[in-house]
């Protein structure tokens, strides 16, 4: 069954430093997606992504963030300047175009460590 | 503002029992509602999705009922094996592809 893989698996990072996580998500899927996941809290959206652009984002989705579809394939979360707050799981999702009642197929997340 | 809670943080239940979790919600008027899993360091996995126009869903050994007067819905489990151990979120929805809101999530032990 196709998957929405995540890469790096654990990124460890300095404060202050900026850090891109990637997704590929599921290939006839246009709907793509950033959770976060702080240790112990429920699961929180960041930012949708269709067509090219940003559709909805949460008020976490600060300036500090962006998003981006290099190519056919990759999704990318930038966040510039690193706070500790940032640690967190880092969830991507995709679903399909067509039709309604689209479950969302998540990756396995990046844990994001900043020390 | 809109509201998810489940109801409780931790259930424990003897394998081969069902399990019953609730989810309840305030200022929504979801369209549907959906159920996922969450392992420990793993991403949420789809596992069913109710309508508003349906009381109740069935998939194998999952059964989820949705009350659109409550404004709650309940995820059985029945004959529970520890393998069905895992953290259950419920997210309801207004359209197809808005975010998804999710509840902090009941974790399930099954004990053998």
């Known amino acids: 069954e196709p998957e929405v893989t995540q890469t790096p698996s654990h990124q460890v990072t300095q404060m202050g430093q900026e850090v891109i996580l990637r997704c590929v998500p599921i290939?006839?899927?246009?709907?793509f997606y950033w959770y976060r996941q702080i240790l112990g809290q429920k699961v929180e959206f960041l930012v949708s992504f269709y067509n090219n652009e940003i559709s909805e984002k949460s008020e976490i989705f600060d300036d500090q963030f962006s998003v981006e579809r290099p190519d056919g394939s990759n999704f990318t979360l930038k966040i510039r300047s690193t706070k500790l707050e940032d640690s967190a799981m880092y969830f991507c999702a995709s679903s399909e175009h067509t039709g309604e009642y689209q479950p969302q197929h998540f990756g396995d997340g990046t844990r994001l460590s900043i020390l | 503002s809109q509201k998810i809670e489940q109801n409780s943080e931790a259930l424990n239940i003897q394998e081969g029992k069902t399990a019953t979790l609730t989810c309840n919600y305030t200022n929504y008027s979801p369209a549907y509602l959906q159920w996922y899993r969450q392992d420990p360091g793993r991403g949420p996995v789809f596992l069913l999705l109710?309508?508003?126009?349906?009381k109740e869903k069935r998939k194998e050994r999952l059964k989820v009922t949705f009350d659109t007067t409550l404004k709650q819905s309940l995820f059985h489990i029945t004959a529970s094996q520890p393998a069905d151990s895992a953290t259950y979120l419920c997210?309801?929805?207004?359209?197809?592809?808005?975010?998804?809101?999710f509840g902090k999530g009941t974790r399930l032990s099954v004990i053998a």
């Open positions: 290939s006839n899927h246009l709907y």
């Open positions: 109710i309508r508003e126009n349906e």
């Open positions: 997210a309801p929805r207004n359209s197809g592809n808005t975010p998804l809101v």
